[in-house]
């Protein structure tokens, strides 16, 4: 059974950089999925942030994507989120998310179907 | 950029059936998928292909997709379906989500 679990810090100071790990237990990041993060403000929905491949393809949200960097590494079967130039805009519930691609004749489309249970960051002074 | 509306709040008796809708410009091209919240918890993936049921979703969930709106549609509602449902659909490589509907069981 697959189980994400997110972990960094939870709290940030305005203009510095959130730095968070997913780590992977169950399956292989190697393998033929995709992983992703997620966020959510308080109170608010939820905010696509960017999608990663092991191999190095990343595929971000255009309003963040200035911002963010994911990487992955296969030896410790975990992949890491980095937002910079944090606000309090930021402050938010970030999930990680293992990302499913399906393709159906021309169409290319994903959807999350395992999520980790949510790490909370505020971004304050 | 893609838009996605939903209703911020739909309520229903229990045992009567539930219908949470999703808009978005010629939103029947693409696929789109459902996701369910309870306070406090993650989201899980309820529908996903517009139709498709993952494995442990219980058969009173059903999606469509038609035109400008994605429905999703719970029959027999539940107390225990009382949660937030947000759709999502992919646009020009981004992924979009709806601003999340309040399902109420009263």
């Known amino acids: 059974q697959v189980q994400l679990q997110e972990s960094g810090p939870g709290l940030v100071r305005p203009s510095e950089t959130l730095s968070l790990t997913c780590a992977v237990s169950?399956?292989?990041?190697?393998?033929?999925?995709?992983w992703g993060w997620i966020r959510q403000p308080p109170g608010k929905g939820l905010e696509w942030i960017g999608t990663i491949f092991h191999s190095g393809d990343t595929y971000y949200n255009p309003s963040l994507k200035s911002r963010v960097t994911t990487s992955s590494d296969t030896s410790k079967n975990q992949f890491s989120l980095k937002l910079n130039s944090v606000t309090a805009a930021d402050t938010a519930v970030y999930y990680c998310v293992r990302v499913v691609l399906k393709i159906v004749g021309a169409s290319r489309f994903y959807y999350m179907d395992v999520w980790g249970n949510g790490t909370t960051v505020t971004v304050s002074s | 950029s893609y838009e996605l509306t939903q209703p911020p709040s739909v309520s229903v008796s229990p045992g009567q059936t539930a219908t949470i809708t999703c808009s978005g410009d010629?939103?029947?091209?693409?696929?789109v998928c459902w996701y369910q919240q309870k306070p406090g918890q993650s989201p899980v993936l309820v529908i996903y292909?517009?139709?498709v049921r993952p494995s442990g979703i219980p058969e009173r969930f059903s999606g469509s997709n038609f035109g400008n709106t994605a429905t999703l549609t719970i029959s027999g509602t539940q107390a225990m379906d009382e949660a937030d449902y947000y759709c999502?659909?992919?646009?020009?490589?981004?992924?979009?989500f709806g601003g999340g509907t309040k399902l109420t069981v009263v």
């Open positions: 999502q659909a992919r646009d020009s490589g981004t992924e979009v």
């Open positions: 169950g399956y292989s990041i190697s393998s033929n999925y995709y």
């Open positions: 292909q517009d139709i």
């Open positions: 010629k939103l029947g091209d693409k696929y």
